[in-house]
């Protein structure tokens, strides 16, 4: 009869420990599940990281609000709706952009950056979509300059550091007469102060600044033409053609043309 029991008791334990080992399996697979939602949700929200340099207004700046504005922002989101993706913006300075896409530390650099022999060296570059040649800008009472031959007679010149304005200048003007600043406001500021005699900047840029400033004009013919496009790392081919797709989606159904007459058609 001991033996029974003792027989019985053991039955039960064997039971016992069956439904918590049951319990835990169901609990395992529960967080299973709850971990594979998680990453389902983690994939839907998945990010399309923008590099850019906000103090270049028309195409990216922080607006009033404090939020990040322009045609490059709006084009960029845009792009990312057409992705399924979330956007976000990495702000930093433009001399900065190439390594952070070399990097991957972002996905992709929008900052009205110039496609160039030198920078596709390194990053391959979306399809073009703005055309702008650097100009030269002065003060509306400046008589002196009025071409870019009157600039190399001892004339000082700002531009934003890294920028094809800056290029361009060090091939115009000796290296003593150029002043490089990490923001664009900052080179209109020297020029409105009298410290810089000129300002070399991409066209729309400088249809901005004149309209938003005033007493501002382009002197002279066009210095270069060049056309602006998206950077990507060249081991992302993937992301790339996305881009280009999205690029030639938003052009064929009048969305581009609709940035173009919101942040332009003032300067026109």
Same mark, same amino acid.
């Given at each position: 009869?001991?033996?029974?029991?003792?027989?019985?008791?053991?039955?039960?334990?064997?039971?016992?420990?069956?439904?918590?080992? =049951?319990?835990?399996?169901?609990?395992?697979?529960?967080?299973?599940?709850?971990?594979?939602?998680?990453?389902?949700?983690?994939?839907?929200?998945?990010?399309?990281?923008?590099?850019?340099?906000?103090?270049?207004?028309?195409?990216?700046?922080?607006?009033?609000?404090?939020?990040?504005?322009?045609?490059?922002?709006?084009? &960029?989101?845009?792009? *990312?709706?057409?992705?399924?993706?979330?956007?976000?913006?990495?702000?930093?300075?433009?001399? =900065?952009?190439? #390594?952070?896409?070399?990097?991957?530390?972002?996905?992709? *650099?929008?900052?009205?950056?110039?496609?160039?022999?030198?920078?596709?060296?390194?990053?391959?570059?979306?399809?073009?979509?703005?055309?702008?040649?650097?100009?030269?800008?002065?003060?509306?009472?400046?008589?002196?300059?009025?071409?870019?031959?009157?600039?190399?007679?001892? $004339? #000082?010149? &700002?531009?934003?550091?890294?920028?094809?304005?800056?290029?361009? *200048?060090?091939?115009?003007?000796?290296?003593?007469?150029?002043?490089?600043?990490?923001?664009?406001? &900052?080179?209109?500021?020297?020029?409105?102060?009298?410290?810089?005699?000129?300002? !070399?900047?991409?066209?729309?840029?400088?249809?901005?600044?004149?309209?938003?400033?005033? #007493?501002? $004009?382009?002197?002279?013919?066009?210095?270069?033409?060049?056309?602006?496009?998206?950077?990507?790392? $060249?081991?992302?081919?993937?992301?790339?053609?996305? !881009?280009?797709?999205?690029?030639?989606?938003?052009?064929?159904?009048?969305?581009?043309?609709?940035? !173009?007459?919101?942040?332009?058609?003032?300067?026109?």
């Amino acid at each position: 009869m001991k033996k029974f029991k003792w027989l019985a008791l053991c039955f039960v334990l064997v039971l016992a420990l069956g439904v918590l080992a =049951g319990c835990g399996n169901n609990e395992a697979n529960n967080n299973e599940n709850n971990n594979g939602n998680d990453n389902g949700d983690a994939e839907a929200a998945e990010t399309l990281i923008m590099g850019t340099n906000a103090e270049f207004a028309p195409f990216e700046f922080i607006n009033d609000d404090n939020e990040y504005d322009g045609f490059d922002v709006d084009m &960029a989101k845009m792009i *990312a709706d057409e992705l399924g993706m979330e956007l976000e913006i990495d702000n930093m300075a433009f001399d =900065g952009l190439i #390594s952070a896409v070399l990097s991957e530390r972002v996905d992709m *650099a929008v900052a009205a950056m110039t496609i160039t022999e030198e920078r596709q060296e390194e990053v391959n570059f979306s399809d073009p979509y703005i055309n702008a040649g650097q100009v030269i800008v002065v003060l509306e009472d400046n008589d002196e300059i009025q071409s870019v031959e009157d600039l190399q007679e001892d $004339k #000082s010149v &700002a531009v934003q550091l890294g920028t094809t304005g800056d290029i361009e *200048a060090s091939r115009i003007v000796d290296d003593s007469n150029i002043v490089r600043l990490q923001q664009i406001n &900052a080179a209109f500021m020297e020029l409105e102060t009298g410290r810089v005699d000129a300002v !070399i900047v991409d066209n729309p840029v400088a249809q901005r600044y004149i309209n938003t400033m005033g #007493s501002l $004009k382009m002197v002279g013919e066009p210095l270069t033409e060049e056309y602006y496009g998206i950077a990507v790392n $060249k081991d992302n081919t993937e992301l790339l053609e996305q !881009i280009n797709q999205a690029l030639a989606n938003i052009k064929e159904d009048g969305r581009f043309d609709e940035l !173009i007459v919101k942040w332009f058609a003032d300067e026109e």
